[in-house]
């Protein structure tokens, strides 16, 4: 779906929009809103993101730490993309979630990869290092 989100020969609106529907991880989810999103009205995009921003903030509560997922949310791939790109106030308020819910984590789950413009994996820790930080915090709550 990533490579699609840069597709500009065809109408890919309803796809977007099923995907959006049928996925279960958000980062998957902001893709599809980031294809639709180019199709879409702003009134039709604030309704996925009302779910998904609903969602967003359920994460806490069933997924503590979900570090990944977040780092693929603020990524330059995602949500800073959608929020400079559109400006819609829907982007901007999932982005402040997000980030509010980045920043209530612990240190030692943040920063270890993101994405960059295309969508591809930059690591920012080397896996080792990643490992040894996320081992050292769980060791410690037990």
């Excluded at 893709?31 to 994460?59: C, D, H, P, Q, W």
């Excluded at 800073?80 to 829907?90: K, S």
């Excluded at 982005?95 to 943040?110: I, L, R």
Aim: net charge neutral; proline share 3%; charged share 30%.
């Amino acid at each position: 779906m990533k490579a699609l989100v840069f597709c500009e020969d065809i109408d890919l609106k309803e796809f977007f929009l099923k995907a959006f529907k049928k996925e279960r991880y958000l980062d998957m989810r902001l893709t599809a809103v980031r294809g639709y999103a180019k199709y879409a009205t702003e009134k039709e995009v604030e309704k996925l993101m009302s779910k998904f921003t609903e969602i967003l903030m359920k994460r806490p509560e069933s997924t503590p730490y979900n570090y990944q997922e977040y780092e693929l949310l603020r990524s330059a791939f995602g949500l800073p993309y959608l929020v400079n790109q559109y400006g819609y106030a829907c982007f901007i308020q999932a982005y402040e979630q997000e980030e509010q819910q980045y920043h209530a984590m612990p240190d030692a789950f943040k920063g270890h990869f993101t994405l960059d413009e295309r969508g591809d994996r930059v690591q920012l820790r080397s896996l080792g290092e990643s490992k040894k930080m996320l081992d050292e915090f769980l060791s410690r709550g037990k």
